[in-house]
Nanobody, 122 residues
């Protein structure tokens, strides 16, 4: 089970940190990621964290979002800075089976949580 938290209503330029905790199993050997889905839009993977500690981001969030993971707490984080209205979406964390070159493709995500909504007002 994956449980996301930390979403909310913020203003443009604000920051927010999302958390995702796994229960009953460990992230340690998996690549984990955050993806989002806005109303009427396709799911978009925004960041991934590999089992070796490397990270990858989709272009719209590069320089603004940071993914990190605490294996001892079995928790993945997404620090979001300089938020924009176009970041408004429900954010999910998940586990992917993709090779590193494809970790930003949502097709390979096999587990995800219930999501946490983020709304950025202009």
């Amino acid at each position: 089970q994956l449980v996301e938290s930390g979403g909310g209503l913020v203003q443009t330029g604000d920051s927010l940190t999302l958390s995702c905790t796994a229960s009953g199993w460990s992230f340690r050997r998996y690549t984990t990621g955050w993806f989002r889905q806005a109303p009427g839009k396709e799911r978009e993977v925004v960041a991934a964290f590999g089992w070796s500690g490397n990270t990858k981001y989709t272009d719209p969030v590069k320089g603004r979002f940071t993914i990190s993971r605490d294996n001892a707490k079995n928790t993945v984080y997404l620090q979001m800075n300089s938020l924009k209205p176009e970041d408004t979406a429900v954010y999910y964390c998940g586990v992917t089976t993709a090779v590193w070159g494809r970790v930003l493709e949502d097709t390979y995500y096999i587990y995800w949580g219930q999501g946490t909504p983020v709304t950025v007002s202009s």
